[in-house]
């Protein structure tokens, strides 16, 4: 499974995940299919894309 991670919030932020959610939400107006993941190895909540690889090709 591949995925491209959009942004990056702390997870020791006083709001928590809302942060992460807000930006998430956003996205998905925007048409893209982002999602929230916790990343306990670096204490993050992500907003990723799944399955989305640019490599630059056409």
Do not use: C, N
């Not at 995925?3 to 925007?30: C, D, I, N, Q, T």
């Amino acid at each position: 499974m591949s995925a491209k991670v959009l942004e990056r919030f702390p997870a020791g932020s006083p709001r928590g995940s809302w942060p992460a959610e807000e930006y998430a939400a956003a996205r998905r107006a925007e048409g893209e299919p982002a999602t929230v993941v916790m990343d306990l190895k670096s204490d993050a909540f992500l907003v990723v894309v799944d399955g989305q690889e640019d490599d630059g090709r056409v």
